[in-house]
């Protein structure tokens, strides 16, 4: 028997995002998510791919991503040799999402590899393999980009900015985060608000100078600790206090802030 994958992937929505994606896919258009590391980019993507009924094709961008890693290369086999399709290629051909996960992180020559993806002529040039691919009406680019300049990460162009639909993503509010929290962990509500509440403080505090504050991924992860049975004052330094920072004086006063909760 198939085991169908239809409607297992669990999206809160928290605002018009669902709207967005979808009239972006029917225009054509691509899509770029701003925001802060775990707080639901990829899910959300996801859950889009899943109703849009198309495929999904992920890649992490890092320093040392190329256009090699997302185009294609050309391997040796045997005598010969033998073109595979990168991720990006692969998308172009089937028609799928693919999702260019810390865009900015890639290097220079990625950009400049998708522009003529990302307007008008969504054709994608496989130089390389003497071939040029036109994007089908299925195809959609969407790239995430973590604006946190200011705390080491890379920045985008406005050349680059401007091919896409742009649409930040914040954390959820109390009651949205609450209920992700139960239902990604099975966790009772009240100890889902309970690190909410953590949360919500912690986020609050700039003075603590934390490089990346906390995400609704921590949280769940704490949650899931906490649910199987981990103490949680433990569960929260291991998920949630150790993760933010090595500095023993902020570790304090995060875990001050977490026993006042549990
Ligand atoms: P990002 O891609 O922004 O780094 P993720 O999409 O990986 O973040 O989210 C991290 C985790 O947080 C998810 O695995 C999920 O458990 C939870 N999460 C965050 N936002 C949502 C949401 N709106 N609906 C469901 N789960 C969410």
């Not at 890092?62 to 990006?88: F, N, Q």
């Amino acid at each position: 028997m198939l085991l169908t994958q239809k409607n297992t992937i669990y999206y809160h929505p928290q605002g018009k995002e669902i709207s967005v994606f979808e009239h972006c896919f029917r225009n054509q258009l691509p899509l770029m998510l701003k925001g802060a590391t775990g707080s639901g980019k990829s899910r959300f993507v996801e859950y889009m791919a899943q109703q849009l009924d198309r495929e999904l094709i992920s890649v992490l961008c890092h320093e040392e991503t190329s256009t090699v890693d997302l185009l294609g290369r050309y391997i040796i086999k045997g005598a010969d040799t033998e073109w595979i399709d990168g991720p990006l290629t692969q998308a172009v051909r089937n028609g799928a999402i693919i999702y260019l996960d810390e865009i900015a992180e890639a290097r220079p020559d990625v950009l400049v590899a998708i522009h003529s993806l990302t307007d008008h002529r969504r054709k994608l040039f496989l130089d390389r393999h003497h071939e040029t691919l036109d994007a089908p009406p299925n195809f959609m680019l969407v790239a995430s980009f973590n604006p946190g300049y200011q705390r080491g990460y890379k920045e985008l162009k406005a050349s680059t900015r401007q091919r896409f639909v742009m649409m930040t993503f914040h954390y959820p509010n109390k009651e949205i985060e609450t209920q992700i929290i139960v239902n990604e962990t099975n966790i009772d509500k009240n100890t889902a608000l309970k690190l909410v509440n953590i949360a919500a403080k912690i986020r609050g505090l700039s003075e603590l100078g934390l490089s990346e504050t906390i995400s609704t991924r921590l949280l769940v992860d704490a949650a899931k600790l906490i649910y199987s049975g981990l103490a949680p004052r433990l569960a929260c330094r291991v998920a949630i206090v150790e993760t933010l920072s090595d500095e023993p004086d902020i570790q304090s006063s995060l875990q001050d802030i977490i026993n006042m909760n549990f």
